[in-house]
């Protein structure tokens, strides 16, 4: 991180706010999905990206809380133009429902924000019985994207626009199984003891390792998740430049934000009483990688980059390894193929 604000070659740092690193962009004429975008930074980018004049589809599994945050947004920014669909990337089938509407509506796409996720669930599975961080984090977002890229080809074509695909990831990829991705025991719930919980040391932001005992090894799991999400746009952005289309894709780490993600069990209260000590960035903040990376003319024709605290950041090797990438899509479409 930018510690205490210090800013990086883009000009902005930790402490910049996604208002501040959209500030003056005109996004009128774009057209965004941006997925789990009914709490935390996923309705902070929906509020900036409509602020800047962006379209924005909620897509949401809750379409009636997704409503009434529209109606919150709107009440700040009269001129707003969002609109609500119901999206369960935990179901194949709720994300061929959502595409199908979507690509049948006639709307354009310009920028696909893939944000929705769960962390550190007790071991579950999908309704496609997928472990459920991977079915959610990864696989539901790699169908979604693999469905509505035709229309997102067909708008950059048309409006000769940068068409952009953002995948929320985290610096919890560095914590996945040591392997990497663990594509032989996707859904094995008897993983070793032992996991590792993202304590940050002192106010400097430095994460510091603090074992607890499960018996599903629930963060190993999250970070196996998270690696996918940069493997996934690695991936995306090495075939999209090969085929000479308009559209980038990257990845990013938001920063350690304080949200519902940790909604499966108590750990959440730990974490708020940790936000007190202002280890947390708040979601203006958390949601300014965001952003930048959807909007900023900076970024564009970046692609294949990993981004934390609205810069190009550092990630692990494994988080490189263009072999792993492709291994994992070809796995990835086999699990999404229908059945």
């Known amino acids: 991180m930018w510690i205490f604000g210090r800013k990086g070659a883009s000009g902005f740092s930790a402490c910049s706010t996604a208002e501040e690193v959209s500030r003056g962009i005109d996004g009128s004429g774009l057209t965004a999905i941006v997925t789990g975008a ?30 009434k945050v529209k109606e919150t947004i709107i009440k700040e920014i009269p001129e707003a133009k969002i609109d609500v669909m119901e999206l369960d990337l935990g179901s194949f089938a709720s994300v061929r429902k959502f595409a199908s509407e979507y690509n049948s509506s006639s709307l354009p796409l310009n920028l696909l924000i893939n ?29 979604l994207t693999n469905l509505l890229l035709d229309t997102m080809k067909k708008t950059a074509r048309e409006s000769q626009k940068e068409g952009r695909i953002v995948n929320v990831s985290s610096s919890g ?25 993202f304590l940050l040391e002192n106010s400097f932001n430095k994460l510091s390792p603090m074992l607890l005992l499960y018996s ?44 519902n993600l940790l909604r499966h069990h108590g750990l959440q209260t730990l974490l708020y009483k940790l936000l007190q000590l202002n280890s947390f960035l708040v979601w203006s903040q958390g949601a300014a990688t965001t952003c930048y990376v959807a909007l900023h003319p ?42």
């Open 115 to 143: 944000n929705a996720g769960v962390m550190a669930p007790p071991f579950m599975l999908s309704q496609d019985n997928i472990e459920l961080q991977f079915a959610t984090n990864h696989l539901g977002h790699f169908l």
């Open 173 to 197: 990829h560095n914590y996945a199984y040591r392997e990497g991705i663990r594509f032989d025991k996707i859904n094995d719930s008897s993983s070793s003891i032992g996991c590792l919980i």
């Open 216 to 259: 599903y090894n629930t963060v190993f799991a999250y970070g196996q998740s998270k690696l996918a999400n940069i493997l996934h746009a690695n991936e995306l952005a090495r075939r999209l430049k090969e085929e000479g289309v308009e559209i980038t894709a990257n990845s990013l780490h938001p920063g350690a934000i304080a949200t």
């Open 298 to 339: 900076q970024v564009k024709g970046v692609s294949g980059e990993y981004f934390a605290d609205s810069n190009i950041a550092k990630r692990s090797s494994l988080a490189s390894d263009t072999d792993l990438a492709k291994k994992l899509w070809d796995f990835s479409l086999n699990l999404t193929e229908p059945k």
């Open 38 to 67: 009914s709490s935390g930074i996923g309705t902070e980018t929906t509020r900036v990206l409509a602020l800047c004049g962006v379209h924005v589809i909620m897509a949401v599994r809750n379409v009636d809380i997704g409503k």
